[in-house]
T-cell receptor, first 114, second 113 residues
Framework: DQQVKQNSPSLSVQEGRISILNCDYT??????FLWYKKYPAEGPTFLIS?????DKNEDGRFTVFLNKSAKHLSLHIVPSQPGDSAVYFC?????????????FGGGTRLMVKP | DAGITQSPRHKVTETGTPVTLRCHQT?????MYWYRQDPGHGLRLIHY???????DKGEVSDGYSVSRSKTEDFLLTLESATSSQTSVYFC????????????FGEGSWLTVV
């Protein structure tokens, strides 16, 4: 039973347009969410996060939106650039979790076409 | 750069043999993690450690053991490798003050034939 799901395995976007990556979760105890970006043959790198006390967090071209009632979060990239082509993982955790174990979705491969 | 070094980076081994992957950190962080990445499954936690000799199981711990005899090293052992353990293995750390964010190493590609 996957507690964090990314239902789109891939997404193709034109350079300069908006990329929207989606993530759904089922565990209502999750209260902190993160996005990681992964290039081939490299480890995942942290991108942006959001606490459940917020519904939006922005960092440059990246914005994460959280809809707690729908148990849904999304990552917006505006404008998309070819260098954004990578696999994006969303992750969730409970802030009170002493071990801080993250539960990850299956990933979405983003391709930004020049 | 989170100061994490994984070794070996690539390994091919035969079914039934033991394999040990090493994760080394240079900054004495308390929490260390081993994840595996497989297509369609994202990253799944195998084991984690919250201090020297303090470890606990993750979601997919069967067939794996870990040890942490020093703060800087976290070892993952496949006791008897199987083809289902062919995967990419990532070590991660949580840095002091990073809150809930963890940082990953470069990965170890393991093929069991």
């Amino acid at each position: 039973d996957q507690q964090v799901k990314q239902n789109s395995p891939s997404l193709s976007v034109q350079e300069g347009r908006i990329s929207i990556l989606n993530c759904d979760y089922t565990n209502s105890m999750f209260d902190y969410f993160l996005w990681y970006k992964k290039y081939p043959a490299e480890g995942p790198t942290f991108l942006i996060s959001i606490s459940s006390i917020k519904d939006k967090n922005e960092d440059g071209r990246f914005t994460v939106f959280l809809n707690k009632s729908a148990k849904h979060l999304s990552l917006h990239i505006v404008p998309s650039q070819p260098g954004d082509s990578a696999v994006y993982f969303c992750a969730a955790t409970r802030h009170s979790n002493a071990g801080n174990m993250l539960t990850f979705g299956g990933g979405t491969r983003l391709m930004v076409k020049p | 750069d989170a100061g994490i070094t994984q070794s070996p980076r690539h390994k091919v081994t035969e079914t039934g043999t033991p394999v040990t992957l090493r994760c080394h950190q240079t900054e004495n962080h308390r929490y260390m993690y081993w994840y595996r990445q497989d297509p369609g499954h994202g990253l799944r936690l195998i084991h984690y450690s919250y201090g020297v000799k303090d470890t606990d199981k993750g979601e997919v711990s069967d067939g794996y053991s870990v040890s942490r005899s020093k703060t800087e090293d976290f070892l993952l052992t496949l006791e008897s490798a199987t083809s289902s353990q062919t995967s990419v293995y990532f070590c991660a750390i949580r840095t002091d003050g990073s809150g809930n964010t963890i940082y990953f190493g470069e990965g170890s590609w393991l093929t069991v034939v």
